[in-house]
């Protein structure tokens, strides 16, 4: 069975101070669990702070982004070998915000998967619909799509190094969460696509849930067996409940 993934995505939020505090509130309270696996995904500025702050711990650094080049004229940029060098075991790819606000597009996102296993940082490749393309039933078709091209070019062997994060467009920061049946629907329609397309084994691949997890409703969510962990936006700003949605996961 599967490790569940929790990871929180800090978006553009704590300074460095701001974040080493939250890190040493976490590392307070937290009790690792062996059956789950826990993140900390914070801004590129404070990566090298946390980094340190988790060094000795079974916590992973994540970062939210990554381009696709070793390096160059990208102004602004951040590389894999940069991540790795600095201490990241995953990186975020395709969130919603990135596809959406700054135009990224599944071409963008395959190169950026096959940049960061090349050089060792585990690709959390996200997918998910918008709520006209939901009203519309293209759910599926849409994950498809963003299934087939951001994942062109890998081997059934490279599955083993890849989280798919199913995050609605429509519930992220909006309170409003896909109802388990609803994202345990479109999870079983992941593997079903990775397995027809890539003869990929139902444990061979995580999938884990994004799209406004809380305390509140994190414990339905891990009832799925569907779902092995969380994609944590807002709810993971606070020390409290992002260690209780890792111990809901440990305990469902």
Known sequence: MLHRLIVGNWKMHKTISQAESLVKDILKIYQPQVSVELAIAPSFVSLPAVSRLLASTPIKLAAQNTCASDEGAFTGEISPPMLRDV?????????SERRHIFGETDQDINKKVHAALHHA?????????????????????VIQHQLQTGLEGLESKNFTEITIAYEPVWAIGTGQAATVDQAAEV???????????????????RIIYGGSVTKDNAKSLFQSPQINGALVGKACLNSESFVKIAELAAYN
Do not use: M
Not at 87 to 95: A, E, F, M, P, T
Not at 122 to 139: H, W, Y
Not at 187 to 205: E, G, N, V
């Open 87 to 95: 201490g990241c075991h995953y990186v975020i790819i395709g969130h």
């Open 187 to 205: 999870h079983s329609h992941i593997r079903s696509f990775l397995a027809t397309q890539w003869d990929i084994k139902p444990d061979q691949t």
């Open 121 to 141: 940082v585990l690709p959390i490749l996200c997918v998910g619909e918008r709520l006209d393309e939901r009203q519309s039933n293209k759910t599926q078709a």
